[in-house]
T-cell receptor, first 115, second 116 residues
Framework: AQKVTQAQTEISVVEKEDVTLDCVYE???????LFWYKQPPSGELVFLIR??????QNEISGRYSWNFQKSTSSFNFTITASQVVDSAVYFC????????????FGKGTTLSVSS | DTEVTQTPKHLVMGMTNKKSLKCEQH?????MYWYKQKAKKPPELMFV???????INESVPSRFSPECPNSSLLNLHLHALQPEDSALYLC???????????????FGEGSRLTVL
């Protein structure tokens, strides 16, 4: 069965701190996709990144970086030098391509960045 | 600005009312989705339309009735709802259903529904 676990319910940091959001997933398939979405207070879900199961390269995009480790079934997300605008709920999600199911979301991590 | 537009942003309705939520995208996407999100919970898939045909219905009660009049529009008709149906309803689109699974979904800002 597919499952995504975000063990951190809420994280509070002060601006300019680095913060890592954890994501652990479960799937029986060898082909799958992992995603991170951001949901600011305005409500919409904003796509941040997609990673397929065959690509374990870490990725950096500005202040954001992602660490994908198949050995530990983890796909962690780090924000460097956090800013108040980073305050949001962050969801990790899994898509099992072969099973054809929709995104399986984790429960989300609420990040609060104070100035 | 989101490229998926949802109206209304807020809706309050009684249990006997009939109302509709609307979603529009002009990105040429051929798959559109309705998700339901309760407070402090992740989104849950309700329906998927692929090429204007209902592809997935995640056992949603019949008081929710989706409609896809054309490739750009997706409606969700509401009738005889219960207070527990109060939630944020998110619309999303993707190039195709396949790329929706393997690619990115574009979400609207949602319609916040309160059922009294």
């Amino acid at each position: 069965a597919q499952k995504v676990t975000q063990a951190q319910t809420e994280i509070s940091v002060v601006e300019k701190e680095d913060v890592t959001l954890d994501c652990v997933y479960e799937t029986r398939d060898t082909t799958y996709y992992l995603f991170w979405y951001k949901q600011p207070p305005s409500g919409e879900l904003v796509f941040l990144i997609r990673r397929n199961s065959f690509d374990e390269q870490n990725e950096i995009s500005g202040r954001y970086s992602w660490n994908f480790q198949k050995s530990t079934s983890s796909f962690n997300f780090t924000i460097t030098a956090s800013q108040v605008v980073d305050s949001a709920v962050y969801f990790c999600a899994l898509s099992d391509y072969q099973a054809g199911t929709a995104l399986i979301f984790g429960k989300g991590t609420t990040l609060s960045v104070s100035s | 600005d989101t490229e998926v537009t949802q109206t209304p942003k807020h809706l309050v309705m009684g249990m006997t009312n009939k109302k509709s939520l609307k979603c529009e995208q002009h990105m040429g996407h051929r798959a559109m989705y309705w998700y339901k999100q309760k407070a402090k919970k992740p989104p849950e898939l309700m329906f998927v339309y692929s090429y204007e045909k209902l592809s997935i219905n995640e056992s949603v009660p019949s008081r929710f009735s989706p409609e896809c009049p054309n490739s750009s529009l997706l409606n969700l008709h509401l009738h005889a709802l219960q207070p527990e149906d109060s939630a944020l309803y998110l619309c999303a689109s993707s190039q195709t259903e396949g790329t929706g699974r393997a690619g990115e979904l574009f979400f609207g800002e949602g319609s916040r529904l309160t059922v009294l």
